[in-house]
């Protein structure tokens, strides 16, 4: 009995000892590697995870950091991005980047409703006329970057903010022509998890589900949604467009990226690879903005090109009627969640045009 007890503790320590070493190996993968980079220092890895293909703007954003930061790095840093929701997608992402599972993400604004709702800013519908507006009013400096890269709920999750991208403006896709706002009464619309836009298809009179990314196109295929809103890139790399006859060039909304990391990994780089990886993404965020205008404009005409969907191109008059239905009602309904402050200011913004 005192024998088999006595096994039986050695076992236990045996197993607390492997769980330990099994934990230190956890704790080295998620970010700082055993062994030295290229000059001998300390070497890391950062995995970037991410929703969509490589070819859109953010896959194309993703790899140019990948890139730099390896190089600027020389070989002591380097990333692994996992693209198209193969690892993470939007319901685990946040979550696995608080807890170090990846390093990395750069999620579109609704995504983060729930860690940090004022975020939804970049959500409001027409907040920008054309793709031309994005770089003032989305900048690192402007009353809308400071409100996101000084966002406390971010800070207060461990989540840094590295940087901006876009992907552009949304159009709206479904089986049906949309013209007007009220062409849209009884449809249902797949939405990121964001207050604002399920209020934004409520005064458009249709209904709305939050669904994650990866699972849009089958939702489209089955029917369990009528339509959804994307840029053109979004819609082409996932074939959207093959089960969706009708798109409406409405540019009605934003899709911005909140390029982020785990800032508590951040803080264990050393000061001049926090460095290199802070001025690799600046490297990125111009890059992204580079080629965004241009990716979704090409899959435009992919999308032409398959003869699967009509594209209706609005008037300015029938782009008003979904502007009015919205502008300034949901604007002030969020007010309280945005900040009173910052809705003023962009309202004023508006009212100057
Ligand atoms: C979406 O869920 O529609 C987009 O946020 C996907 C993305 O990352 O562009």
């Given at each position: 009995m005192i024998r088999r007890h006595g096994r039986r503790s050695k076992v236990a320590v045996l197993v607390?000892?492997?769980?330990?070493?099994?934990?230190?190996?956890?704790?080295?993968?998620?970010?700082?590697?055993?062994?030295?980079?290229a000059d001998?220092?300390?070497s890391f890895t950062i995995k970037f995870s991410h929703v969509v293909t490589p070819a859109t703007p953010k896959g194309q954003a993703a790899e140019r950091f990948k890139e730099v930061v390896e190089e600027r790095s020389g070989g002591r840093v380097t990333v692994e991005i996992y693209p198209n929701s193969e690892l993470y997608g939007d319901k685990d992402e946040l979550q696995a980047l608080q807890s170090n599972s990846v390093q990395m993400l750069a999620p579109a604004s609704a995504k983060f409703t729930t860690v940090a709702p004022a975020l939804q800013v970049l959500d409001l519908p027409f907040l920008?006329?054309?793709?031309?507006?994005?770089?003032?009013?989305?900048?690192?400096d402007s009353a809308v970057g400071k409100a996101i890269y000084e966002n406390?709920?971010?800070?207060?999750?461990?989540?840094?903010?590295?940087?901006?991208?876009?992907?552009?403006l949304k159009q709206l896709s479904s089986n049906t022509e949309m013209r007007t706002p009220a062409s849209l009464a009884g449809l249902s619309f797949r939405i990121q998890p964001s207050d604002v836009l399920r209020s934004q298809f409520e005064k458009w009179g249709a209904s709305s589900t939050p669904l994650a990314f990866a699972e849009v196109y089958n939702a489209?295929?089955?029917?369990?949604v009528n339509g959804q809103e994307n840029p053109y890139s979004n819609i082409e790399s996932q074939n959207m467009h093959t089960v969706q006859s009708h798109?409406?060039?409405?540019?009605?909304?934003?899709?911005?990226?909140?390029?982020?990391?785990?800032?508590?990994?951040?803080?264990?780089?050393?000061?001049?690879?926090?460095?290199?990886v802070q001025s690799s993404a600046d490297e990125a965020s111009t890059y992204n903005r580079e080629v965004a205008a241009k990716l979704n404009?090409?899959?435009?005409?992919?999308?032409?090109?398959?003869?699967?969907?009509?594209?209706?191109?609005?008037?300015?008059?029938?782009?008003q009627a979904f502007?009015?239905?919205v502008v300034p009602s949901v604007w002030e309904q969020y007010a309280d969640v945005i900040g009173p402050e910052l809705i003023a200011d962009l309202l004023a913004d508006q009212a100057a045009q």
């Open positions: 607390v000892a492997a769980a330990l070493v099994l934990a230190a190996c956890g704790a080295r993968g998620a970010g700082a590697d055993a062994g030295g980079g001998g220092g300390e920008f006329d054309s793709v031309e507006d994005i770089p003032e009013v989305a900048s690192p406390e709920a971010l800070a207060a999750s461990n989540i840094k903010v590295m940087g901006l991208w876009d992907n552009g489209l295929q089955q029917g369990v798109i409406t060039e409405s540019n009605h909304g934003y899709i911005g990226y909140v390029l982020v990391i785990n800032n508590q990994f951040f803080e264990s780089l050393p000061p001049d690879l926090q460095e290199v404009s090409d899959a435009r005409t992919t999308i032409e090109q398959a003869g699967t969907t009509t594209i209706l191109d609005l008037t300015p008059e029938e782009r502007k009015d239905a």
